[in-house]
């Protein structure tokens, strides 16, 4: 497991950007005051690029899961933007979401390392 971002590109601006994150919330964690963590640790952050009419909001969804969660979560977020916001998995490559990690440490009753405190 380790964090990965996704970006979500070709947003129109700051606001455009924080207006979908509740919408992508929701497809993450459907149940906003469930019991216990959410299977996959997340958040949000924006990153700003070059994009090809010049600079362009980002908003990067990070999580803290497998590969293979991690695509398969990008491939709900790219099917519910649709193609007008390409969409693109990645390593995280800061230390913006890096509390995640530790987020999910915290909610399995890990210890450092990934040991049971109890063992």
């Known amino acids: 497991m380790q964090i990965y971002e996704i970006r979500i590109h070709g947003v129109a601006g700051t606001d455009a950007a924080l207006a979908l994150q509740e919408p992508l919330a929701r497809l993450l964690c459907p149940v906003e005051d469930h019991d216990g963590p959410c299977e996959v640790p997340w958040g949000f952050t924006l990153a700003d690029a070059r994009g090809p009419d010049g600079p362009e909001s980002v908003l990067v969804l990070g999580v803290f899961a497998s590969a ?52």
């Open 68 to 119: 293979e969660k991690a695509t398969e979560i990008r491939d709900r977020v790219r099917a519910f933007v649709g193609e007008a916001h390409p969409t693109v998995l990645r390593e995280a490559v800061t230390d913006a979401f890096d509390e995640l990690a530790e987020q999910y440490r915290i909610e399995q009753g890990l210890g450092w390392g990934g040991h049971r405190p109890d063992r």
